[in-house]
């Protein structure tokens, strides 16, 4: 049974500073790619950022040079680094691992508030 859970959400002032983790449990870890998703009110679910199990990084073009993925095979563990966050950064923050380059399993999310 596969299981993701993130953690490292909360509220932050813009231009501040998150990392959020993601544990998974089930299944052989560094064998697959993962990454993460957003939801914010009222909107789809978009990409944020993915990572394959070689390391290579994707990222959406409203996060690049803002945040960073990363992976640590050994923790079965995956994160994501935020910097200089932004109001329009504000949703729900949803860990996934991927299969034939689709998410296959979801997290159950964890909120980022950036606001003054």
């Known amino acids: 049974q596969v299981q993701l859970v993130e953690s490292g959400g909360g509220l932050v002032q813009p231009g501040g500073s998150l990392r959020l983790s993601c544990v998974a449990s089930?299944?052989?870890?560094?064998?697959?790619?993962m990454a993460w998703y957003r939801q914010a009110p009222g909107k789809q679910r978009e990409f944020v950022a993915s990572?394959?199990?070689?390391?290579?990084?994707n990222y959406a073009d409203s996060v690049k040079g803002r945040f960073t993925i990363s992976r640590d095979n050994a923790k079965s563990t995956q994160y994501l680094q935020m910097n200089s966050l932004k109001p329009e950064d504000t949703a729900v923050y949803y860990c996934?691992?991927?299969?034939?380059?689709?998410?296959?399993?979801w997290g159950q999310g964890t909120q980022v508030t950036v606001s003054s």
């Open positions: 996934t691992r991927m299969w034939n380059s689709s998410p296959r399993y």
């Open positions: 990572i394959t199990r070689g390391g290579s990084t």
């Open positions: 089930g299944g052989i870890f560094s064998i697959y790619n």
